[in-house]
């Protein structure tokens, strides 16, 4: 059974950084895409960036270069590095891994709030 358990959310002042981790248990890691979506209250789950197995990133269009996903294998975690953050990145942020093999196997965490406020 794969975990995910993230850390790092908290309260931060607009144009500030933080930066998220998310630790997975197990051995399947290494052989799959990670993810880091976030909600915000009264909207929809959206994904924020993506890292594959071999360190592929991809981010959404919205966040103008503001984040940067990384991978440890090593350490079985995947970290969010999120600078210049405005009040509209509130949201609940969930880790994600993806991992396919016959059928697609999907692992979340419970999430970590991060609030940018003054």
């Known amino acids: 059974q794969v975990q995910l358990v993230e850390s790092g959310g908290g309260l931060v002042q607009p144009g500030g950084s933080l930066r998220l981790a998310c630790a997975a248990s197990?051995?399947?890691?290494?052989?799959?895409?990670a993810n880091w979506y976030r909600q915000a209250p009264g909207k929809q789950r959206e994904l924020v960036a993506s890292?594959?197995?071999?360190?592929?990133?991809n981010y959404a269009d919205s966040l103008e270069g503001r984040f940067t996903i990384s991978r440890d294998n090593a350490k079985n975690t995947v970290y969010l590095q999120m600078s210049s953050l405005k009040p509209e990145d509130t949201a609940v942020y969930y880790c994600?891994?993806?991992?396919?093999?016959?059928?697609?196997?999907?692992?979340w965490g419970l999430g970590t709030q991060v609030t940018v406020s003054s």
């Open positions: 994600n891994m993806r991992w396919s093999f016959l059928r697609t196997y999907d692992y």
């Open positions: 197990g051995n399947i890691f290494k052989l799959s895409v």
């Open positions: 890292i594959t197995n071999g360190g592929t990133t």
